[in-house]
């Protein structure tokens, strides 16, 4: 096991596993050039929130979620370029996780369900989709669809 820390803008200095880095071979849209990221669990929300934090630099951090939660009914094509650069064999070995905009009246929050991040949870490979898909959008409502599906 190999401990690296990295100071952040939120959580201070953490450690984690060199194993639970999470490469972005293209980055993250509008963030290219950071590749390497961590999950960060948010006990405060039950589960139902991370953080995605950059592993070798304080920013960014985005909250993210998993999409279920929100709409049980979200399905898309993982194109077959991406199942095989992410070297995906079987579905069970894929999280899906959309980025949460949280902003300060939290009943305004949203998700983006247009790009969501696919990630080899076999290697730590992972990609930013762009959806083509009209039954989605880039702000999804959180709270409204929290509760619709509660």
Known sequence: MIVLKTDTKYFGEIEFDEKD????????????EIKKYILIDNPETGGIFKWLQAADRPEPAFVVMNPYY???????????????????EKPEDIVVLTIVVVPEDISKMTTNLKAPLIINTRNNKAEQLVLEDDRYSLKHPVANSMRDAG
């Not at 094509?77 to 992410?86: E, S, Y």
């Open 21 to 32: 880095i999470i490469r972005f071979e293209r980055g993250l849209l509008g963030f290219e």
């Open 70 to 88: 929100i709409c049980a009914d979200y399905e898309f094509d993982i194109p077959n370029g991406t199942v095989n650069k992410l070297g995906i």
